[in-house]
């Protein structure tokens, strides 16, 4: 088992500045998206635009994450990159979820329908469940859980363009991927500034799960140790 050496006390003034700015915007961010104009023949349902979009972008970013961390960790055999594959993991379950709830919302307004089959929607679940699998195998899938784990982080970050260029490959009824290149000026500023917020979230988040996997494995460290003098 290889030595887990104690982490170095981080300085945390970034850290609050990060989460200070992040919460600040995210009470700025609802007048921002009131403020932004409706596309003609929308409802003010539309305004949940702004946080289902930011969060699939950052399920997207968890995911490429998880898969690339996973990648170098079967190069290396290193448990850092491991634990913060695991990291991204459970932050891709959590922006999925909020893709998975706001926009089944946004659907019953638009659509009539909370759900229906098609690519985009099917792929996009898909690709949350593989994210819930990585972090149920990580948890109960016992001796060689991490090779494993790590293929399936792999499988997602490839699954990634796919769910991206759906609409482009598959004739759907969710918007294309030209919605936002095409985005009127006026609603700009809302939808970029949610984005920014989510990244911000995301790397808080994310520092705080890493830290707490490598405390994990310290503590698993020094209780084997622990039972090894005992034996």
Same mark, same amino acid.
């Given at each position: 088992?290889?030595?887990? %050496?104690?982490? %170095?006390?981080?300085?945390?003034?970034?850290?609050?500045?990060?989460?200070?700015?992040?919460?600040?915007?995210?009470?700025?961010?609802? &007048?921002?998206?009131?403020?932004?104009?409706?596309?003609?023949?929308?409802? !003010?349902?539309? %305004?949940?635009?702004?946080? @289902?979009?930011?969060?699939?972008?950052?399920? !997207?970013?968890?995911?490429?994450?998880?898969?690339?961390?996973?990648?170098?960790?079967?190069?290396?055999?290193?448990?850092?990159? +491991?634990?913060?594959a695991q990291a991204s993991a459970a932050i891709a379950v959590l922006f999925g979820a909020i893709v998975m709830?706001?926009?089944?919302?946004?659907?019953?307004? @638009?659509?009539?329908?909370?759900?229906?089959?098609?690519?985009?929607?099917?792929?996009? #679940? =898909?690709?949350?469940?593989?994210?819930?699998?990585?972090? &149920?195998?990580?948890?109960?899938?016992?001796?060689?859980?991490?090779? #494993?784990?790590?293929?399936?982080?792999?499988?997602?970050?490839?699954?990634?363009?796919?769910?991206?260029?759906?609409?482009? =490959?598959?004739?759907?009824? @969710?918007?294309?991927?030209?919605?936002?290149?095409?985005l009127d000026n006026r609603m700009r500023p809302a939808l970029y500034t949610s984005a920014l917020l989510f990244?911000? =979230?995301?790397?808080?988040?994310?520092?705080?799960?890493?830290?707490?996997?490598?405390?994990?494995?310290?503590?698993?460290?020094?209780? #084997?140790?622990?039972? +090894?003098?005992?034996?």
């Amino acid at each position: 088992m290889a030595e887990t %050496k104690p982490d %170095k006390i981080a300085n945390p003034i970034p850290f609050i500045i990060a989460a200070v700015i992040a919460g600040a915007g995210f009470i700025v961010l609802p &007048l921002m998206a009131f403020r932004a104009p409706l596309p003609d023949g929308m409802f !003010f349902s539309q %305004k949940i635009f702004y946080y @289902h979009v930011p969060s699939a972008w950052t399920m !997207f970013l968890a995911i490429i994450t998880c898969g690339v961390c996973s990648g170098i960790y079967l190069a290396k055999r290193d448990d850092r990159w +491991d634990q913060a594959a695991q990291a991204s993991a459970a932050i891709a379950v959590l922006f999925g979820a909020i893709v998975m709830t706001t926009g089944p919302i946004w659907a019953k307004a @638009h659509w009539s329908k909370y759900w229906i089959w098609e690519a985009r929607l099917v792929s996009s #679940l =898909l690709l949350w469940m593989i994210a819930i699998a990585y972090v &149920l195998v990580r948890r109960y899938g016992g001796p060689g859980m991490e090779r #494993l784990a790590a293929g399936i982080g792999i499988f997602g970050a490839v699954d990634v363009p796919l769910v991206y260029w759906s609409t482009q =490959l598959w004739r759907t009824q @969710h918007p294309q991927n030209t919605v936002v290149p095409t985005l009127d000026n006026r609603m700009r500023p809302a939808l970029y500034t949610s984005a920014l917020l989510f990244i911000i =979230l995301f790397t808080l988040i994310y520092s705080v799960r890493k830290r707490l996997g490598r405390s994990r494995a310290r503590l698993e460290a020094l209780e #084997l140790a622990a039972e +090894d003098l005992e034996a």
